[in-house]
């Protein structure tokens, strides 16, 4: 008898564990069911699709269509995928008290379910919610990094921290269910969360390890780096949250009425609480040393990072994940070279890719003119007004020598500098608006370049602007190439240009804004 | 009339024990907390912190006052012959003299150079927490519920995430003291809080006949669903 009982233990034993299993995942099903059909839930995940597909689908600037992928990861993190985290916070926190709010906690008592198997199943429930955040951030990387004008490289712990920033929010509202089981504690702590972060952050000066507390860290600098300049702590910190996503879970099993508190279950706490201060640690160590050094390489002497393409007269260093962009470049200059006339526009050029990194992402840093002669500055981000930009400094290059002259060009030569900038395009007028720093066509104004500005006065404006809205391309070309030398000589007036390129001269006399 | 005021002090004991102070404290706690924080900082207080957090403070006092119309005993208060809208009115009448200490002490938390236009943040803390109260009064006028003020304050707090996001720019409701477009902004504020009241009087009575739109099939014994 007991021999049969041996031989038929074991089985029950595994049969009951894998319904208590099946039990947990069906429960599991269900709220992740319930949660879809709450309010904010459904709304956010609305709002979280529909904002980013609109995105890619209507490009705000035209630099949406070169995106560098280390920084499209990162911006899947910051968006209306926060709404959803903090909906679900909300949601599984009161799913998670519905039996206490309904006075059904005693029935459950009687049941073979025990408490903290619902309390993994409401965990679970969020799954499919961060499930769906990683498909829609892979979707719209994907997106990003089919386009043809896409450079870099992605990172994966970057990508990962959305759904796991989701997950976070589903297990953290699970864990004050069970800590605080009030349903008013939720939305109210979702706040002072809040504001303790912004404490934290502010009391400690930014300091790198409390910046990296916050479970979405965002960067101050729009610059786009390249990826190894980057230094963000992308892995630890997906450790980290993974830490955190794990510990919240067991301390909620572990907490409450009815918490499970058995040595594998505490072990596992002690375990989670490692592995969170583990990840913890390793963000917080700031740059190190090495990176500081390849920064500052990069920053002041970036031919030794740069491969050299030759596309026509002129050679094109870039930074390994810029090499492909390097024909888009040649495009430009061609465009420029070919209005201007003399030995210009046969004169090869170095279009050198340059970046301040020495700051990281921390702030913007300006590049320096370059005063080698006949070497153009370009700049890591590309598309919209960073063209004509770009245009420009060829252009005051081409007729200044070198990038440095150019920009203290104020005499009618930057009439000439506009003209081989602009006039190629497809829509001067429009680029000529968007080059100027206040997006006027009158008054004297700053034009932006990658590196130090040109700037005009308001009759050099005047000259470009009839130039450009008036005159017959072809007219102005042949005009530019026959008079070359007399356009390009240092001193000439505005006058003298407006005369030579047939628009009426500007009233006041030269020149620079400021003089 | 002495009758009436005999019931009325009866009913003020009576609606006082069941306004849901625990929940009101907290979202006044945790506001004050929000708002003394930067006292904790040494250095320059900084008036756009100042007024966010100030913001903030209302919005979870906000939310601590969507509970306010929670009512348990709901089945048994409906057929009571004193009308729901003085009842309700009752509680926020208990409620309005905690409010306004609370709202002059988080105030007076904020360092004096600090502080934005104390009338214009004051309007928007009132549209902000009336807004809570109508959404409140909104949710017992159309459910059956109880207690709906999880569900309000989820939906209190979805709103205020969505909308700086979704507002236009034209009609922006959250700018700093010192854009163009305070006052206009405001404008739009003392629009919200009237809108708010409106939508709170118009829920103030018991509805006469239930319509079935948005009520939940809940047979008489049955507690929940099967998952509650």
Known sequence: ?515 | MGAVRGVSGALVGAVARTVPWRAVGAGAVVGLLVVGLPRMLSGEPDPWLALNLLRGAALVFALGLAFLLDDPARELTTPVTTPRRLRTSLRVALVAPVAALWWTAALALVPEEARPPLGAITLEAAATVTLALAAAALAVRLTDEPEPGPSVAAAVLTTACLTPLLLPFHWDLFVPVDDPRWDAAHQRWAGVLAGAVLVWAACGPEPLRRRRVLRRDRPAGALGRPGA
């Open chain 1, 1 to 515: 008898m007991s021999a049969v009982m041996e031989a038929t233990a074991p089985p029950v034993a595994t049969d009951e564990k894998r319904r208590g299993r099946a039990a947990v995942l069906a429960l599991a099903r269900f709220e992740a069911r319930e949660l879809l059909l709450q309010i904010p839930v459904a709304l956010t995940l609305v709002f979280y699709v529909g904002y980013t597909l609109y995105g890619l689908l209507f490009p705000e600037d035209g630099m949406d269509a070169y995106p560098a992928l280390q920084d499209v990861d990162r911006a899947t993190q910051s968006g209306p995928s926060v709404l959803l985290g903090i909906a679900l916070l909300v949601c599984v926190n009161r799913a998670a008290l519905r039996s206490r709010r309904r006075g059904t906690d005693r029935h459950f008592d009687v049941l073979v379910m025990e408490p903290w198997r619902r309390t993994v199943a409401h965990a679970l429930s969020v799954v499919p919610y961060a499930v769906g955040t990683a498909l829609v951030v892979l979707g719209a990387f994907t997106w990003q990094a089919l386009r043809p004008g896409a450079v870099g490289h992605g990172s994966v712990a970057e990508l990962a921290v959305a759904p796991l920033f989701v997950l976070f929010c589903g297990v953290l509202g699970l864990l004050i269910a069970r800590l605080f089981p009030a349903v008013f504690a939720a939305p109210v702590l979702v706040i002072l969360l809040f504001a303790v972060s912004v404490f934290v952050s502010a009391s400690t000066g930014d300091a790198e390890w409390s910046r990296w507390l916050s479970p979405i860290v965002s960067e101050n600098s729009n610059e786009t780096l390249p990826s190894d300049l980057i230094g963000r702590p992308a892995a630890w910190h997906a450790l980290y949250l993974v830490g955190l996503v794990l510990l919240f879970v067991t301390g909620a099993v572990f907490a409450g009425h009815g918490g499970r508190r058995t040595w594998p279950v505490k072990a596992a706490l002690a375990g989670t609480l490692v592995l969170t201060l583990t990840g913890a640690v390793g963000q917080g160590q700031g740059v190190s040393p090495e990176l500081t050094a390849a920064r500052e390489k990069a920053s002041t002497h970036p031919e030794k990072d740069q491969t050299c393409v030759r596309h026509g007269r002129s050679e094109y260093c870039a930074f390994p994940e810029w090499t492909v962009r390097t024909g888009t470049w040649a495009g430009v200059v061609d465009r420029v070279q070919n209005l201007a006339g003399g030995s210009a526009a046969e004169q090869p050029l170095v279009v050198r890719q340059r970046v301040e990194a020495r700051y990281g992402l921390d702030g913007d840093g300006t590049i320096e003119s370059s005063t080698t002669p006949h070497q153009v500055t370009v700049g890591t981000r590309w598309g919209g007004n960073r063209i004509p930009e770009f245009a420009s400094a060829v252009a005051s290059a081409l007729v200044a020598g070198d990038e440095a002259k150019g920009g203290e060009l104020c005499d009618g030569r930057v009439v000439t500098v506009m003209w081989l900038a602009v006039g190629g395009a497809s829509d001067p007028l429009s680029d000529f608006r968007h080059v100027r720093l206040d997006d006027s066509t009158s008054g004297s104004a700053i034009v932006l370049s990658p590196t130090s500005p040109l700037s005009m006065s308001a009759g050099q404006t005047d000259v470009v602007r009839e130039v450009l809205s008036s005159r017959p391309r072809a007219e102005v070309t042949s005009a530019v190439k026959s008079h070359w030398d007399e356009l390009t000589a240092p001193g000439v007036k505005t006058a003298d240009v407006a005369r030579v390129l047939g628009v009426e001269a500007p009233k006041e006399a030269d020149d620079c804004v400021g003089e």
